[in-house]
């Protein structure tokens, strides 16, 4: 069965350090700036079991400065202290001492994403029994790694659910091993309904919570499809998935089984992953047609770019979760580390930004050896296309990620330096953000997106965390779509997901330019307008197909819906987009919709494909609605378009004895497929495990006989190819060829 991942990849554990026996010894740290040394500070800690009072009195005779303000015993053996950097840089150091971080940051980081959105003005309206809206009453499902029900800020809210994983109704997160315990589902439901320390857009919603992601984060679609159908048993009324994998196809299982939720009257929001900014990145089940799939937007922070004498464009830098907080530089030279690796580091790193590839090692092992280095700072960048989010434990020095194509530039640059600036930041498309359109049904997606950087919520053990991806972003929207669905409880899904698209605000990149519609959707999520909006175009978006060379001019049409619920007739008319060469548009005539009723409406488009340029083109229609004024973003094809010819590649035993199978997705088909076996290190080709010519679109699973492979047991290089046109890609990974254990 096919594995399915969780899109964050930022998941951070924090465990409890051992402490050696005998006497102490503090081990060395870079020094401090002196100008922070007197600066007091508020920490939290974290000290071995058993150590506790031991440390107290280290404190109170070695420490005298710091105080101790409380002292815990129940969730963890650990003290806050306030004291200045210079006493708790050297207390932190001590091996019984694991730093949960300062106390001063959650409440304020916590609220700002859901006041950015509307949240808390939401609050002071009032739905149909003259309740406020808080989400009271909705029922809101999550599909995740379980939830942390004991949590203070959640227990409130838990309502049931079910464990997929270990097939009971016990769907706490996973615990114990440091290397397999999740906080993912913890951390999302938070977001939704969050009712304490922290409060969520919808903090009154009932939570049922489906742990169909088990240790590490990992889960089958056989897991999520049977939490889905769980979910729909239950009459949840908004279902959130904050999960995926990379194939962006209408038609994978999780994709259909997220449209029959719909269909059975579920709001659906699913998020649509963390593998931009390229596009065609976006991954099921976001593609669900029926989904509202969610993008990552950032709410209003502080942000860093990296500046290059002669390089026009400046680079920006991704922030780790869990470093240092980055702050101006000048001047910096630059040092490449290899993997970040201590043996790989040059000889002086100190005070310089030091680079190091993704892999080999984890994210702090990197940044924790540049620190011992005296290293000012550290980037990581990708080990393969596009850009990624992350986390680390606790480094005292700044880091960030970048792209693949950044961090080339970089080691090509490293006899230049470079300045780090601040920019402020509200409303830009994260750069990690995955992009649509979807292949085949050429959809815009993602629909919507939301605040999805540095996002504060809940996580286990009555602990809080701020984590980034499109993970978060999407909580907030089925968040705010249960506060919709409080306010009119008698709408459809497809009129709640249009009413969130059709009250978004598009937003702009640094230069002004408005992102492409498959990046944002309609654009930033409101749900203050959207709760108070009464007239409605459904869908909220327009699709249209593709035209082709050789056809002469072509029409298409997209049908939307002009809902009016207000108790007054209202006027719905449109502009016309942007002129292009080879398209004429006919737009309706102004149409008035009478109360409580609604009106079809057709949008045509009329194409001359000899004077259309080849690829995806897109833009928005503008719509006046009653006093409302709102974008439908619309696509169009000219020609095959670029999306990769395969996708989601995996090869494993069969199920039945003497067989073993592959599954991989043909977005159009192939002229022509095959699975090239090499020798990994000398590269040499020992043979085809499969090869195919003309298969149709969509998911391709082939069950081979062992016997007939005429192939030797081992682990091989694989390169997968696929042919479309002039148009082939491949997938190069590794596979191992076992037939033991089914002999």
């Given at each position: 069965m096919?594995?399915?991942?969780i899109?964050?990849v930022?998941?951070?554990f924090q465990?409890v350090?051992?402490?050696s026996?005998g ?11 002196a100008?922070d040394?007197a600066r007091?500070?508020?920490r939290?800690?974290m000290?071995?079991p058993?150590?506790?009072?031991a440390?107290k009195t280290?404190l109170r005779t070695?420490f005298?400065?710091v105080k101790?303000r409380?002292?815990?015993n ?7 202290v ?15 001492v694991?730093d949960?971080g300062?106390v001063?940051?959650y ?6 994403h859901?006041?950015f959105v509307?949240?808390?003005k ?5 739905d149909?029994?003259?309740q406020r809206l808080t989400g009271?009453?909705?029922k809101v499902g999550?599909?995740?790694t379980g939830?942390?029900?004991l ?5 409130r809210?838990?309502a049931g ?6 097939d ?11 290397e397999?315990?999740t906080?993912h ?5 938070g ?5 304490g320390?922290?409060k969520g ?6 939570l ?6 088990g240790p590490g ?14 979910a ?11 999960l ?6 209408p ?6 089984a997220?449209n029959r ?5 579920i709001?659906?929001?699913a998020?649509?992953g ?11 089940p976001?593609t ?11 709410p ?7 500046k ?15 470093a240092?907080?980055?702050k101006?530089?000048?001047g910096?030279?630059i040092?490449?580390a290899?993997?970040g690796?201590d043996?790989?580091?040059p ?6 930004l030091?680079?190091a590839?993704?892999g ?16 000012a700072a550290?980037l990581?960048?990708?080990n393969?296309?596009?850009n ?11 880091a ?5 194509q950044?961090g ?5 640059l ?18 990690f953000?995955?992009?649509g359109?979807v ?6 997606k993602?629909?919507?997106v ?7 919520s809940?996580i ?6 701020a ?6 972003a ?6 705010a ?11 459809t899904p ?12 598009p937003?702009?990149d640094?230069?002004?330019r408005l992102?492409e519609?498959i ?30 060379s050789g056809?002469r001019?072509?029409?298409q049409?997209a049908?939307i819906?002009l809902v ?6 209202e006027k ?7 002129r292009?060469?080879?398209?004429t548009?006919k737009?309706?005539a102004p ?7 609604s009106?079809t409406?057709?949008i045509?488009?009329e194409?001359?494909?000899?004077h ?18 709102f ?6 094809m000219?020609?095959e ?10 090869y ?10 592959y599954?991989?997705y043909?977005p159009?088909?192939a002229?022509e ?7 990994p290190?000398?590269?040499h080709?020992?043979?085809?495990l499969?090869?195919?010519?003309n298969?149709?679109r969509?998911r391709?699973?082939r069950?081979l ?5 005429n192939m030797p047991?081992?682990t ?5 190819f696929?042919?479309k ?5 491949v997938i190069?990974t590794?596979?191992?060829i076992?037939?033991s254990?089914?002999?």
């Open positions: 096919k594995k399915i991942m899109l964050l930022i998941l951070c465990t350090s051992s402490a026996s006497s102490y010894s503090y081990p060395e740290r870079p020094p401090l700036p100008e040394t007091h500070e508020k939290i800690l000290i071995t058993g150590k506790g009072n440390f280290k070695q005298p400065a101790i409380h002292q815990y129940a969730v963890f053996e650990g003290f806050s306030e004291g200045s950097v210079r006493d708790l840089h050297t207390v932190l150091a001590l091996p019984e694991e949960l300062p001063t940051v409440q304020a980081e916590a609220e700002d859901v006041s509307g949240g808390d939401v609050r002071g309206i009032y149909q029994k003259n009271k009453g909705i999550v599909i995740d939830m942390d029900y949590h203070p800020d959640l227990r809210n838990y659910g079910y464990d997929l994983v270990d009971d109704r016990d769907p706490m997160e996973t615990r114990g091993n440091k397999l315990a906080l589902g913890t951390h999302v439901a977001i939704i309904a969050a009712n320390r922290v857009i919808a903090p009154e919603a009932s049922y919570i489906y742990r169909a992601l984060g990992m889960g089958t679609s056989e897991w999520i499809i049977a939490a889905i159908d769980r729909v048993r239950d009459k949840v009324d908004v279902l959130n998935l904050s995926g994998n990379d194939v962006n196809g038609d994978w299982p999780t994709s259909l997220l939720a719909v269909d059975k009257g709001i659906a929001v998020a649509g963390n593998s931009g900014p390229e596009k065609w990145t976006l991954g099921s976001g669900a047609e029926k989904a509202i799939s969610v993008g990552a937007s950032t209003p922070m502080k942000g860093f770019i990296l290059i004498a002669g390089i026009q464009e400046p680079i920006r830098l991704n922030a780790f979760q869990g240092a907080e980055w101006p530089f000048r910096l030279e040092a490449d290899g993997f690796r043996s790989e580091f000889k002086d790193t100190k005070g310089k030091v680079i590839q993704r080999k090692i984890s994210f702090s092992e990197k940044a924790e050896a540049a620190e011992r280095k005296g290293a550290i990581v960048y990708n393969e296309k596009g990624y989010s992350g986390s680390m434990k606790n480094i005292r020095i700044p960030a990620s970048l792209s693949r950044d080339i530039k970089l080691r090509r490293l006899q230049q330096r470079v300045d780090i600036e601040q920019i402020k930041e509200e409303d830009t498309l994260a750069g953000s995955s992009r359109p292949t085949g049904s050429w959809a815009i993602p629909d919507i939301a605040p999805g950087v540095a996002i504060m809940t286990p053990d009555k602990q809080y965390k984590l980034q991806g499109t993970s978060m999407a909580p907030l929207v089925a968040g779509a249960a506060l919709v669905k409080q306010a009119h409880p008698d709408w497809e009129e709640i997901k249009a009413v969130l698209m059709n009250t978004a605000i937003i702009k640094p230069h002004s992102y519609p990046g944002q959707g309609a654009g930033r999520m409101d749900v203050y307008k959207a709760v108070r909006t009464e007239v409605l175009a459904v869908p909220g978006s327009l699709v249209f197909s593709q035209f082709s056809q001019r072509t029409v049409k049908t819906r009016n619920h207000s108790a007054e007739t719905f008319s449109f502009d016309y987009p942007v292009a060469q080879g398209i548009w737009i309706p149409q008035y919709v009478p109360p409580h009723s009106k409406a057709e045509i488009l194409g001359t494909p000899m259309l340029t080849d690829g995806t083109h897109q833009g928005w229609v503008a719509v006046r609605a009653g006093k409302e004024r974008s439908l973003p619309y696509l169009y000219m020609n378009p670029d999306y990769p010819r395969l996708m989601g590649f995996s494993h035993p069969g199920e039945e004895p003497g067989t073993s199978q599954e991989v043909l159009g088909g002229d497929i095959g699975i090239a076996l090499y020798e290190a000398s590269y080709f020992i043979g085809y499969d090869w195919k010519k298969v149709g969509g391709l699973k069950v006989i062992n016997k007939d492979l047991e081992g091989y290089k694989a390169v997968v696929a042919k046109g002039k148009v082939e890609d190069e590794s596979i191992t076992d037939f254990s089914q002999r």
